[in-house]
Antibody, heavy 120, light 111 residues
């Protein structure tokens, strides 16, 4: 059974930093691309970032470029999102999401999410 | 840009429901596939994919859910709404990215 378990969320002050992680199991981690998608109260679901199976290709939504860094550890089946210069509008539940290639498309599996709150 | 309509849907139990999703550009990718997905987000749960590549139902998804459409216009249909279908529904395109883009979401409630 595919499992994605996020952790590391919490309360952080504006301008602060936080790294959230996602522990994966139930599939061959190094074979799949992954994403971070967030849910905000006002904007619904937003795709945040993508990393390829090897980690060699990464992409970000415009509003987090230069502030967020996605990376993965294929030896430990872990995905990370390092977030810096956090703003109030980064407040959201962050989900780890696995893609399934061109045959089965994007967003097949989701974790339970971790809440990041940016507030003073 | 992905535009959903309606944004709010109040449906009687057992009646059909339909959600539209329109893209500002054709979602047909160079490999011939159209990477348009539908997701359900029920209260207190993680989002769940229902449909991938326009019309393919995910494993375990009830057959009352169906997806259709092509090019720029897509539809999610629920043939007979059940109480457990209450929640938000999103379309998402993965054909031309970054960014992968979601629609605004459609809230489904029982009348």
């Amino acid at each position: 059974e595919v499992q994605l378990v996020e952790s590391g969320g919490g309360l952080v002050q504006p301008g602060g930093s936080l790294t959230i992680s996602c522990a994966a199991s139930g599939f061959i981690f190094k074979n799949y691309a992954l994403n971070w998608v967030r849910q905000t109260a006002g904007k619904g679901l937003e795709w945040v970032s993508y990393i390829s199976d090897s980690g060699s290709s990464v992409y970000y939504m415009d509003s987090v470029k230069g502030r967020f860094t996605i990376f993965r550890d294929n030896a430990k089946n872990l995905l990370f999102l390092q977030m810096e210069s956090l703003r109030a509008d980064d407040t959201a539940v962050y989900y780890c999401v696995r893609d399934s290639g061109t045959s089965y498309g994007d967003g097949e599996y989701w974790g339970q999410g971790t809440l990041v709150t940016v507030s003073s | 840009v992905m535009t959903q309509s309606p944004l709010f849907l109040s449906v009687t139990l057992g009646q059909p429901a339909s959600i539209s999703c329109r893209s500002s550009q054709s979602l047909v990718y160079s490999d011939g596939n159209t990477y348009l997905n539908w997701f359900q987000h029920r209260p207190g749960r993680s989002p769940r994919r229902l449909i991938y590549k326009v019309s393919n139902r995910d494993s375990g998804v009830p057959d009352r859910f169906s997806g259709s459409g092509s090019d720029t216009d897509f539809t999610l249909k629920i043939s007979a709404v059940e109480a457990e279908d209450v929640g938000l529904y999103y379309c998402m395109q993965g054909s031309f990215w970054p960014p992968k883009t979601f629609g605004q979401g459609t809230k489904v409630e029982i009348k």
